[in-house]
Nanobody, 119 residues
């Protein structure tokens, strides 16, 4: 199983970026998926999650500015980031809880994609 994240880059404060994360490989099903981020010199923090039936959760720091969505047919999640702030600068990692085979559930991580917001 692999998670491939893409879409990071440079944005100005107040601007927008859209991240994608696609799951590939052999598995039975994907449960929750989400995004985490790690800013320079800080610990990795949870940003947002989405369930298979599209129930979403957000950290207070991004609520109202970020939107997570999911395309189950494509095994892909998206993160629309609007009203970006300098504090959003971080490496963003996607995460998925996957039923690899019967009774075997594992957590997988993408490789990370850098988001830089200039003030």
């Amino acid at each position: 199983v692999q998670l491939q994240a893409s879409g990071g880059g440079l944005a100005q404060s107040g601007g927008s970026l859209r991240l994608s994360c696609a799951v590939s490989g052999s598995f039975l099903s994907i449960d929750g998926m989400g995004w985490y981020r790690q800013a320079p010199g800080k610990e990795r923090e949870w940003v947002t999650s989405i369930t298979p039936d599209h129930i979403t959760y957000y950290a207070n720091s991004v609520k109202g500015r970020f939107t997570i969505s999911r395309d189950n047919a494509k095994n892909t999640i998206y993160l629309q980031m609007d009203s970006l702030e300098a504090e959003d600068t971080a490496v963003y990692y996607c995460n998925a809880d996957i039923l690899k085979r019967q009774y075997v559930r594992r957590e997988y991580w993408g490789q990370g994609t850098l988001v830089t917001v200039s003030s």
